[in-house]
């Protein structure tokens, strides 16, 4: 099997989300995750040199400056004003989990052959294999860490796979539409910092799994 | 492109100044006027729509049809009820002691205005992207209105509400992406996402990744509409938030998420009609219904128990959509967003007066104010479906057209689990009505608090005698 340079490129961003997965240091989880958008948009302007799709060039700075740079910038500000270091417990320990990630990148490889009507010549198996794997690492990250952060993270690893995906399969959708999703990213971002701060301020932690105040 | 300056120029501009005008009293007159010029505004705009059933393009990817209109003016007829009750909130708020600060309203303000803002969009999308983009703004721009209280149990309801909300969402994305995908390996592999394109060429979409979309966009909006095993934010986010909000996210927000469903459901439905995954869309309204029904009978919160009625009737609507039919999903929702704006609105005077949410606590409203258990106990009734309010001729053109479908079994499920809410909705409210009174109320304005609220009740009253199930599918059957 030959990889093409954007699915390696893809494939190295598939690989630090599940290093994502293996500490709950809060600073390096940040760290990993910008160095995994860089590797996405780095997908996105490989795939912009193949295919000549001008706009995608500007699809890829705009992830490269505000998913790569501004958010992870923004969270780490916010983690050293409430002075938070490591998520407090993972419900999976993190080696663990980053195992089973390592375990979900087979099991997506499996999936990516399955998926009815991207079977064809031009459909890049391994794009969406890596896309898979990204989107489970994210599901598996808000599954099992504790800290407000790590969901946060998670729900960007999440947002990021599927980001893959359409970039992978369908070369990326309409300009307009991406500028449009990572314009929303960015205001869910810091809406979920600044509650953040009053998680901390009220709560004195900012462990989710025991915010179970509310029931019937 | 004149036009859609028009629907949005004014909560744009009423959203920024709220946050800058200093006299809050100001803004609290201030906007409840301008947002019912605002519907006059909509109205105005898009009356060829209304009269002749015209579709109306603004730019590509920004269309409106008529059923689009109706979901508009239904929503922004909600905001400003709301937001016209919110003065009488605020100021008995302040006559109790426990007034709100300056900054607090400001921002309450402002956050109404961009969700009027979000919501209209949501109606105006012609592209799936764009609808996903809108509707996530009205998440964004609700969450303010959850956490308004700033106490711990809203920045819980807030935090669940955020989070649940963008990843269900972030599903209908990767939908949305399938979708995208399903029309460029289509046979005439023309990549788009306008709905319209979509429906028009839905035969030569590729079948099995539009069927997987479809899926992953039910679950996704089906989360923010808070269908049943994805409902877990619903009751928390409605329960904490102050009155006039609970009775925008119910009467409004959710309509959006079931429009979203609508558009998606309205392209498989033209690619294959009758198709297996279709029929899946009933069978979630329907399961809906059952559990919401089942769930509601052991309530001890006022403002939750009206949550779980929401949900049971967004299993109502989901199950209309499932039929296929678009004029009963809209009824239904008509008759739903009044009544049930009418009783949070209720509810919230009555926590306020009383001082308690919990439902052990409250008896005999009756003798407190007999006004307010007149109006609880009318809407209680109409939003449960009893004749003859508005809600009693969609539910039963809906059994009635699910009989003819052959989904008797579903239908007769139905009939049960409608029943089942019925009861437990009346042994709440019966408990909370009447009997000797227990909590004191305190100082209160029956009348002024009761105005929207009565309009409200005598508007699904009316729909209930007016509209009857031939002329609802004659003219209306346009819409379809």
Known sequence: MILDTFEALAMVAAIFAILILGTTHLRTNLSFYSLHTMAIAAVTAWIASITHEDHLYLVAAGVFIIKSCSIPWFLNSVIKKINVGTDGGAFIAAPLSMHLGALMLGLSFMISQQIPGLIGEADSRLGSTAAMSILFSGVLLMLTRRAAISQIVGFLVIENGIYLFAVTQTHGMPLMIEMGLLLEVLVAVMVAGLLLFNIKKSFEHIDVSQLTELKD | ?480
């Not at chain 2, 990843?167 to 996402?193: D, E, K």
């Not at chain 2, 199950?319 to 296929?324: K, N, V, Y």
Request: glycine share 6%.
């Open chain 2, 1 to 480: 492109m004149n036009d859609l300056l028009y629907l949005t120029a004014l909560p744009a501009s009423l959203a920024l100044l709220s946050l800058f005008i200093r006299d809050v009293k100001l803004t609290r007159k201030l906007v409840p006027v301008l947002i019912w010029w605002q519907l006059g505004i909509v109205a105005l705009v898009l009356h060829p729509c209304l009269i002749n059933g015209q579709r109306m393009e603004f730019t590509s990817g920004l269309a409106v049809d008529k059923m689009g209109t109706y979901f508009i003016l239904l929503a922004t007829f909600v905001v400003s009820c709301c937001i016209t009750h919110a003065d009488y909130f605020f100021a008995a708020a302040e006559a109790h002691g426990d007034a709100y600060e300056d900054q607090q309203l400001r921002l309450f303000y402002a956050s109404v205005n961009l969700f009027l803002l979000a919501m209209t969009s949501v109606f105006l999308c012609d592209n799936l992207g764009y609808l996903w983009i809108a509707i996530e703004a009205t998440t964004l721009s609700s969450a303010p209105l959850v956490y308004f209280e700033k106490n711990k149990f809203a920045l819980e309801a807030t935090w669940k509400y955020l989070i649940v909300c963008s990843v269900g969402i972030a599903f209908a994305l990767l939908g949305t992406v399938f979708i995208f995908a399903a029309s460029q390996r289509g046979t005439l592999a023309v990549p788009t996402l306008n709905i319209s394109e979509l429906i028009s060429q839905a035969q030569t979409l590729n079948f099995p990744l539009l069927r997987l979309g479809f899926i992953f966009c039910l679950i996704g909006y089906g989360t923010k509409a808070g269908i049943f095993p994805l409902h877990t934010w619903l009751p928390d986010a409605h329960a904490e938030s102050p009155a006039p909000a609970s009775a925008m996210l119910s009467g409004s927000l959710l309509n959006c998420a079931l429009f979203g469903i609508w558009k998606v459901s309205s392209i498989i439905n033209a690619a294959q009609p009758h198709s297996h995954v279709h029929q899946l869309v009933a069978i979630l309204g329907t399961v809906t219904v059952v559990a919401a029904s089942l769930l509601l009978l052991r309530q001890h919160n006022f403002k939750r128990l009206w949550a779980y009625s929401s949900i049971e009737n967004v299993g109502l609507m989901v199950f209309a959509i499932g039929l296929g039919s678009g004029p009963l999903f809209f009824l239904q929702a008509l008759n739903h967003s009044l009544a049930k704006v009418a009783l949070f609105l209720l509810t919230g005077n009555i926590i306020q007066a009383s001082g308690t949410k919990k439902l052990n606590k409250m008896h005999g409203v009756i003798e407190d104010c007999p006004i307010w258990a007149l109006l609880v106990t009318l809407a209680a009734f109409a939003v449960t479906g009893a004749p003859p309010f508005g809600a009693f001729v969609a539910e039963m053109s809906m059994l009635s057209l699910s009989m003819t479908d052959e989904r008797w079994a579903l239908a007769l499920i139905m009939t049960v689990a409608i029943a089942i809410s019925f009861v437990a909705i009346c042994a709440h409210v019966g408990k909370v009505i009447l009997g000797p009174a227990k909590q004191g109320f305190k100082k209160f304005q029956p009348i002024r608090a009761s105005i929207i609220p009565a309009l409200l009740v005598l508007g699904t009253l009316v729909l209930g005698l007016v509209v009857n199930t031939e002329a609802w599918s004659g003219p209306w059957s346009m819409i379809k």
